[in-house]
């Protein structure tokens, strides 16, 4: 079975991730933030995280009411072929 085609809401969430650096660390930012950079509501952006996180492109850590994110191998590779 050939593998999903990613989202362009998931590239343009993954892009945002990556110009803040969260390719080899964790950066921490909120989804409201994320919504405004990616223009799309908060919980658009929590819909994001949440499918990228379950389709292995990111991984999150909770550090109190924020979230930290890094993009994955798997999430920097589909970037990559594009």
Same mark, same amino acid.
């Given at each position: 079975?050939p $593998? &999903?085609?990613i #989202?362009?809401?998931?590239? !343009?969430?993954?892009?945002?991730? =990556?110009?803040?650096?969260? *390719?080899?660390?964790?950066?921490?930012?909120?989804?409201?933030?994320?919504?405004?950079?990616?223009?799309?509501?908060? $919980? &658009?952006?929590? #819909?994001?995280?949440?499918? !990228?996180?379950?389709?292995?492109? =990111?991984e999150?850590?909770? *550090?109190?009411?924020k979230?930290?994110?890094?993009?994955?191998?798997?999430?920097?590779?589909?970037i990559?072929?594009?």
């Open positions: 079975m $593998q &999903a085609e #989202k362009l809401q998931h590239i !343009l969430t993954i892009v945002e991730l =990556l110009s803040k650096g969260a *390719r080899h660390n964790f950066i921490e930012i909120t989804t409201t933030e994320l919504g405004k950079h990616i223009g799309r509501s908060q $919980q &658009a952006a929590s #819909k994001h995280l949440l499918e !990228l996180e379950n389709s292995g492109y =990111l999150r850590a909770k *550090r109190g009411q979230f930290a994110v890094r993009i994955t191998d798997k999430g920097f590779n589909e990559q072929k594009l």
